[in-house]
């Protein structure tokens, strides 16, 4: 079997959103990218598998996020403070139920 295709992280979640992330131009070390503070729209999508680990953390807003990893769905609240995390190559369906503000940190697999 062929070696999966790994999207660009800043891609998959513009896709996902529907809007670029505001990414800072700054590239740290592992090719590691940070955004700003922005506005994520509700989704329901499947995700893509990425090259880079995508963490978020949530400062306002409220509602689910649902995601469904290896057969398994899972529902946690988007709360601020809360962190969400999609690993490398991870895929899967991905809801989010509400309007929530943000900031990603797109950590390279080289910074492992």
Not at 90 to 106: C, E, F, T
Request: charged share 20%.
């Amino acid at each position: 079997m062929p070696p999966r295709r790994l999207s660009n992280a800043t891609d998959e979640i513009t896709r996902i959103v529907g809007k670029a992330p505001p990414v800072l131009p700054q590239v740290l070390h592992g090719g590691t990218r940070l955004t700003g503070r922005w506005s994520n729209e509700p989704y329901d999508v499947q995700l893509r598998p990425m090259q880079e680990h995508v963490i978020a953390a949530t400062f306002a807003g409220s509602g689910n996020a649902v995601a469904t990893i290896d057969g398994r769905t899972y529902k946690r609240p988007c709360l601020p403070g809360s962190i969400t995390m999609a690993p490398r190559g991870h895929d899967g369906d991905w809801r989010l139920d509400a309007h929530i503000q943000v900031s990603n940190i797109y950590l390279g697999h080289g910074r492992l």
